[in-house]
Nanobody
Framework: QVRLVESGGGLVQPGGSLRLSCTAS????????MDWYRQAPGKQRELVAT???????NYAESVKGRFTISRDNAKNTVDLQMNSLIPEDTAVYYC?????????????WGQGTQVTVSL
């Protein structure tokens, strides 16, 4: 079993920055992918950024150049540095850990952390 705990959400003004962190604990396999998703009110959950245990990160077009995902494999953590925030970034942000290649019985989500971008 795996537990994911996110932190770092909050209220920030447009143009500001926030850093989200996610720590995984439990039975962590070495070859995996860690993602950040978000879900705004009334919208579907969407992938924001993804980073494999070995390899390059990828980003949604809407956050490229503003967000940076990074991970520490030794500590089983993944961070999301969010700069130049805009109101459209307001959402609950979720951390996900999944096996690579994907398998249904190794796919875990955190509880989510609220990010609100507003004056």
């Amino acid at each position: 079993q795996v537990r994911l705990v996110e932190s770092g959400g909050g209220l920030v003004q447009p143009g500001g920055s926030l850093r989200l962190s996610c720590t995984a604990s439990g039975s962590i396999i070495s070859v995996n992918v860690m993602d950040w998703y978000r879900q705004a009110p009334g919208k579907q959950r969407e992938l924001v950024a993804t980073v494999p245990s070995v390899g390059r990160a990828n980003y949604a077009e809407s956050v490229k150049g503003r967000f940076t995902i990074s991970r520490d494999n030794a500590k089983n953590t993944v961070d999301l540095q969010m700069n130049s925030l805009i109101p459209e970034d307001t959402a609950v942000y979720y951390c996900r850990l999944r096996a690579w290649p994907y398998r249904q019985n190794y796919d875990y989500w955190g509880q989510g952390t609220q990010v609100t971008v507003s004056l």
